[in-house]
């Protein structure tokens, strides 16, 4: 069973920074993608952040020069630092990982964001 913990969310400050870590159970290069999501209240969920098993980044326009998507290969691990962060950040952050072509096979249980201004 594959398994995805998200840890790191919380308070933060409007222009502040928070970084979120993602601890999965299978080895990085398992998979074709991981990927950050996010939930803001009353929105549907988008896509933020997604690094390939290649190393190659794409963000979405909201967040770029803002956010950066990483791993360490070594700890299973995917993070996501945060900064300059903006009300507009406020949301339920999910990592997930990608098997197939937009295919979000996993998923973690989410970690709050709040932005305070």
């Known amino acids: 069973q594959v398994q995805l913990v998200e840890s790191g969310g919380g308070l933060g400050q409007s222009g502040g920074s928070l970084i979120l870590s993602c601890a999965v159970s299978?080895?990085?290069?398992?998979?074709e993608a991981w990927g950050w999501h996010r939930q803001a209240p009353g929105k549907q969920r988008e896509l933020v952040?997604?690094?390939?098993?290649?190393?190659?980044?794409n963000y979405a326009d909201s967040v770029t020069d803002r956010f950066t998507i990483s791993r360490d290969n070594a700890k299973n691990t995917v993070y996501l630092q945060m900064n300059i962060l903006e009300s507009e950040d406020t949301a339920v952050y999910y990592c997930?990982?990608?098997?197939?072509?937009?295919?979000?096979?996993?998923w973690g249980q989410g970690t709050r964001v709040t932005v305070s201004s």
């Open positions: 299978i080895s990085i290069f398992s998979v």
């Open positions: 997930a990982a990608r098997v197939g072509f937009n295919l979000w096979a996993y």
């Open positions: 952040a997604v690094i390939t098993s290649g190393g190659s980044t």
